[in-house]
Each structure stands twice: as structure tokens, then as C-alpha cells.
């Protein structure tokens, strides 16, 4: 019977005793390289790795029995976050990737080798595991490590830093106080679970809390890292085991509050300040103007900082918008104050509908006081001009009639009027209509701007209650985020 025949009918004897005959064989190289001579007679790690080497196919899955799955163990460590873009929604870290397996063809005793128990041996001359990450998009500037530890019980450790430029759905709704959750999976592009397992090399709590190589120096803090094991189909046939790790950083807010959030506080208060500019100069106009150009401005310088998607705007910007929104509409309501209060000769009496809401209803219902001093002001003068014009223009005189009979167009008896009389007495009458308009409209005139007063007041409290309104809702939204 030839050996075919055996190998045939009893195939586990036939690969025992070739299992046997390969490690007589390495013993029996390891004694030849331990008598050779030369100057690597007494190194004794080049033996080992001659040893090691002899024989080896870096091709093959290092397992004796290929129904044994090779478990892959996986740490991760971030070192440093070098960029976040928004924009492209990519995400840009620096991370320590450690990986240990088992190679069951890299054993040896380290009796036969002066006890040396492990030994580095290049990369290129060993079975690596083909785990990737899905979220890959380009490749970054990582430094080349061209060794591996590889310890007496033929556990291999790979260790090497990487930089890892990777799709993330970044929200930037919150900024300057959002905080993100990018993924990392480390698949195997091409073994199935049967034939690839991966595993954490530490337990998942110590992973989350482990800070130790992150350089805390930058714009975005670290909070923790997240890890969750499962095994996914494709076609329902076929399973593959990933190891996702979520990287969980938030942003430091500080650089962006003073430079973005603070001189649009400032322009706000002046903006409020500016009420108490008096509505009937023209000062209050020109200034609102300045405040209003003067944000145009800084929402130009602060454009480029503000992160830009196709996606979504952040809520920072639509603050800013209201503000200005907000500027707007205060400049509209000085200039429809001005006009109120402006004195103009063809200016209409107000209505009594318009006096009853703004000079009597509405200083009661808003305690508004400015009102009831003008009130008496006027009420004074009224009083005043009223005694001025009967002590010096009697009802019973004979001025008076022939005053009243010319401003209804009827032409007094000529009789007993001399001519030079008659014209004194119209210029008198003339210039008496002249003064009684101008009273009447210098009336009308106050009564606008006791109107404009009024309604200054209750405008400006309504513009200052919308402003801390939208501003405790914003502090409120930030503060739950940032506190989350």
C-alpha cells in the first residue's frame, strides 16, 4: 500500500504525522542554525526568526484547523481631533489602532532560544488581517510601521497610529454648542465571520473613559468613546463581524461667544439704548441707521466663521438674521414716530377715536406717566392763551363785532368808520386770524406729539419684552444643549 492510499483512507493520521514531520523538520533547522557559524552563530534572535520563517505561507489564514476562527481583538485610542468640515461632512482624527491575534505557525519554545519570548519580525512577512474602516474616504498622512510583536504562544500584536479622514453626518444646528457623534467600523472587507471574529481588547467601560493620549489642547473636547459589537448580512447568506466605535467630541464655545455672540449683544443694547433718544429730534433716525449698518457689517466679517451645509443652517444664524430683523423694525418704528410728532402747518387734528385709545385708555392700562405731565403742560397753556384772548379782545366790543363780522365776510357799516380806521382794523383782524391759526396748529402739533409720546412708550416696551423673550428662549435652548 503506497502512501496515497493511506492518506486516502485515514486522512487525520496522514495530517497528524505531517504536522509531526513539519516540526521535526523546524526543530531539526532551528539545531542546524544553532551550530552554524559566521557572525550570527550566537544571535540569537536571528535563529528565531529564521526559524519562524522557514516554512511560512503569509497567504493562508494561520490556523491548523481551518474550521477555527481567527479572533481579532481591536483597541482604539484618539489622540487628536485635526479637523471637523462641515461643509463636506468629514471628519479628520488621529488615532492609536492596536490589533492582536493569534498566528498558531508562529510558535516556539523559548527554552531552544535562551528564553527569549517574543520577537518583532516585519509585516510584510506575516498573515495581517484584512480589517478596514467602512467610513473611510480618503487616506490620510499616517506613518508607516513596518513591524509586528509576536510573542512564544503565536500571539501577534500589530500596533500603529493612524489618521483617519472619514464620512460623518456632522449637525450643526447647535453651534457653537453642538456636540458630535461620529462612527468608526472596523470590518473584514473579505472573511466571513466563520473565519474572521473581532473582539475588544478591553472592556467597553474602560474604553469609554479612557482619555489618557487625547490632546485636550484644541477646539473640540472629548467626551468619550462608545463601542457596540454585531454581525450583519449583506445577501442573508453570508455574515460579517464589525466592531463600530461611536467617537462622541463636542466643541468649546468660548472663542466663538466673544467673537460672534457679544458684539451682537453689545449692538442690541445700544439699539434699546437709543430709545431714549427724544422722538421728536432727528438724532434717533441717524443713529438707528448707524446701529443698522454697523450690523450689516459685522454679519460680512463673521460670515466666513459661521459653518456652512446644504443641509441646514445653524441656529446662530437665524439669530443673527432676527436681529437684524429686529433693528429693522425698531428704525421703522422711530421714522413712523418722527412723522407723528413732526410739526407740520397741513397736519390733521387727531381723531377723538385715536385720543380716547392712546391719550386716555392706553396711559392708564400701561401706568405710562410722561402722558399726564404733557397733558397738564398743555392744559396750562390752553388756559393761559383762553384769559389772554378775553382780557384783551372783549365779547361786547365794538373791535370784537367788526373783527367777527369781517371773519364771517360781511362788511361793516362805513358810515361812522374813517377810512384810515377801517384799514387799521382789518390788518388788526388779519393778524388776529394769523395768530388764532397758528395757536390752533401749535394745539394740533402737541397733540401729535403727545400721541407720539404715548405711543413711543408702548412700543418701546413692546420691542424690549420681544427682545428678552427671544433671548431667555435662546439662552434656554443653548444651556439645555450644552448641559446634554
Not at 502512501?3 to 504525522?17: K, L, N, T, W
Not at 550570527?40 to 497567504?59: D, M
Not at 461632512?89 to 498566528?103: C, F, G, I, N
Request: aromatic share 10%; charged share 20%.
Amino acid at each position: 500500500m503506497d502512501v496515497e492510499d493511506i492518506g486516502a483512507r485515514h486522512p487525520e493520521a496522514f495530517h497528524q504525522s505531517d504536522r509531526q514531520t513539519s516540526a521535526a523538520t523546524r526543530e531539526n533547522t532551528a539545531k542546524k542554525l544553532g551550530s552554524s557559524t559566521g557572525r550570527f552563530a550566537n544571535a540569537t534572535l536571528v535563529r528565531l526568526a529564521e526559524f519562524l520563517s522557514v516554512g511560512y505561507k503569509k497567504g493562508v489564514r494561520p490556523v491548523k484547523d481551518w474550521n477555527t476562527p481567527t479572533n481579532v481583538e481591536i483597541d482604539l485610542m484618539v489622540y487628536s481631533i485635526l479637523n471637523v468640515d462641515e461643509k463636506n461632512q468629514v471628519l479628520t482624527t488621529y488615532v492609536w489602532y492596536r490589533q492582536s491575534w493569534k498566528d498558531e505557525f508562529l510558535v516556539w519554545d523559548s527554552q531552544d532560544f535562551d528564553g527569549v519570548k517574543k520577537i518583532s519580525i516585519p509585516t510584510a512577512n506575516v498573515w495581517v488581517p484584512d480589517i478596514l474602516i467602512n467610513e473611510f474616504v480618503d487616506v490620510g498622512k499616517s506613518p508607516d510601521i513596518p513591524y509586528v510583536y509576536v510573542t512564544d504562544d503565536g500571539v501577534v500584536r500589530n500596533y500603529k497610529p493612524i489618521q483617519v479622514v472619514t464620512a460623518c453626518t456632522l449637525n450643526i444646528y447647535n453651534f457653537p454648542f453642538d456636540v458630535q457623534n461620529c462612527s468608526l467600523t472596523f470590518q473584514s472587507w473579505l472573511h466571513t465571520i466563520d473565519d474572521i471574529n473581532i473582539t475588544l481588547m478591553r472592556e467597553p467601560e474602560e474604553l469609554s473613559k479612557d482619555k489618557s493620549v487625547f490632546m485636550n489642547q484644541g477646539e473640540w473636547e472629548l467626551l468619550h468613546v462608545l463601542s457596540k459589537y454585531k454581525n450583519f448580512s449583506v445577501d442573508k447568506e453570508e455574515y460579517y463581524a464589525e466592531m463600530k466605535f461611536h467617537v462622541v467630541i463636542r466643541r468649546r464655545p468660548l472663542f466663538y461667544t466673544v467673537n460672534l455672540l457679544l458684539p451682537s449683544i453689545f449692538l442690541m443694547v445700544m439699539d434699546i439704548v437709543g430709545f431714549y433718544l427724544p422722538p421728536d429730534s432727528g438724532e434717533r433716525v441717524s443713529f438707528k441707521i448707524t446701529l443698522l449698518l454697523g450690523y450689516s457689517v459685522f454679519l460680512i466679517i463673521v460670515s466666513d466663521t459661521l459653518p456652512a451645509t446644504a443641509i441646514g443652517t445653524p441656529l446662530i444664524g437665524v439669530y443673527f438674521v432676527v436681529c437684524m430683523a429686529l433693528l429693522v423694525i425698531s428704525l421703522t418704528e422711530t421714522v413712523l414716530i418722527v412723522r407723528l410728532v413732526h410739526k407740520q402747518d397741513l397736519q390733521p387734528p387727531v381723531p377723538q377715536w385715536l385720543k380716547y385709545l392712546v391719550l386716555e385708555r392706553a396711559p392708564v392700562l400701561f401706568c405710562i406717566h410722561k402722558k399726564h405731565r404733557l397733558c397738564s403742560r398743555l392744559s396750562s397753556q390752553s388756559t393761559d392763551m383762553e384769559n389772554y384772548k378775553e382780557n384783551n379782545y372783549g365779547s361786547g366790543s365794538q373791535h370784537e363785532r367788526e373783527g367777527g363780522l369781517l371773519g364771517l365776510h360781511l362788511t361793516p357799516a362805513k358810515d361812522n368808520v374813517p377810512p384810515l380806521m377801517d384799514n387799521i382794523l382789518q390788518e388788526v383782524t388779519t393778524i388776529r386770524h394769523f395768530l388764532e391759526k397758528r395757536d390752533k396748529c401749535r394745539e394740533i402739533a402737541k397733540e401729535w406729539l403727545q400721541v407720539g409720546y404715548v405711543l413711543d412708550v408702548l412700543l418701546f416696551r413692546v420691542y424690549l419684552v420681544a427682545v428678552v423673550a427671544y433671548s431667555i428662549t435662546l439662552g434656554t435652548l443653548w444651556s439645555v444643549w450644552q448641559a446634554a
